[in-house]
């Protein structure tokens, strides 16, 4: 399983773009990248998944370069509701009774 | 979308008890399913991986016989905790792969307070 190196914690404010980066060195050719999103008390919530380039949705885009070996996750616009924390893990596409780890996670504190 | 359901989402017990706690699918089939503990200010914590119809598969470190995981149909999972101590608080939250092993969806979790 590939392990997932981001930054501990970061700030922002309403309104900005936040991008957090994601590092996956180890990542294997079936490999995906997804991010979770985790608010106190509650289980993770899906929010984005890609293997290349770029992938966007209605709340996130995510990047990752051709070596794949990070990926960002850019939240556009955010607000005080996206203060949570924010998961990157690699998953094997297809096996997914494989069991999933999760790393430290990036806490996003968004003020006014 | 895939809906997992967990439950209770709190519960206080006194030391020395047990205290089940359970995971369904609500509308798809749930062939695996993975329990995680989560302590304050920290990530989630793989504990168990259980399949439907044969015994979980415990992480290194985490007790068997103190988590007994039971997963006896393709919709339900359950936890219990056994002769329950304080360390044992926590936020447990527990999590099913979808069918055709695209992804997972997790449940609200349950916070566990033994006192």
């Known amino acids: 399983l590939a392990k997932t190196t981001q930054p501990i914690s970061m700030d922002s404010y309403e309104g900005q773009e936040v991008n957090i980066t994601c590092s996956h060195n180890?990542?294997?050719?079936?490999?995906?990248i997804t991010w979770y999103q985790q608010f106190p008390s509650q289980g993770p919530r899906f929010i984005i998944q890609?293997?290349?380039t770029k992938v966007t949705n209605e709340v996130a885009s995510l990047f990752i370069p051709a070596d794949r070996k990070s990926s960002t996750l850019s939240l556009p616009r955010v607000s005080l509701s996206d203060t949570a924390v924010y998961y990157c893990l690699v998953e094997l596409k297809g096996g997914a009774t494989n069991k999933l780890i999760f790393g430290t996670g990036t806490l996003l504190a968004v003020q006014p | 979308g895939a809906v997992v359901s967990q439950h209770p989402s709190w519960v206080i017990c006194k030391s020395g008890t047990s205290v089940k706690i359970e995971c369904r699918s609500l509308?798809?089939?749930?062939?695996?399913m993975f329990w995680y503990r989560q302590f304050p200010k920290q990530s989630l914590m793989l504990m168990a991986t259980s399949n439907e119809g044969s015994k979980a598969t415990y992480e290194q470190g985490v007790e068997k016989d103190k988590f007994l995981i039971n997963h006896a149909s393709l919709t339900l999972s359950t936890l219990t905790v056994t002769s329950a101590h304080p360390e044992d608080s926590s936020f447990y939250i527990c999590?099913?792969?979808?069918?055709?092993?695209?992804?997972?969806?997790f449940g609200s979790g349950t916070r566990l307070t033994v006192v």
């Open positions: 509308d798809f089939q749930a062939t695996t």
């Open positions: 890609g293997y290349k």
């Open positions: 999590s099913a792969s979808l069918p055709g092993g695209y992804g997972y969806t």
């Open positions: 180890n990542i294997a050719t079936n490999d995906y």
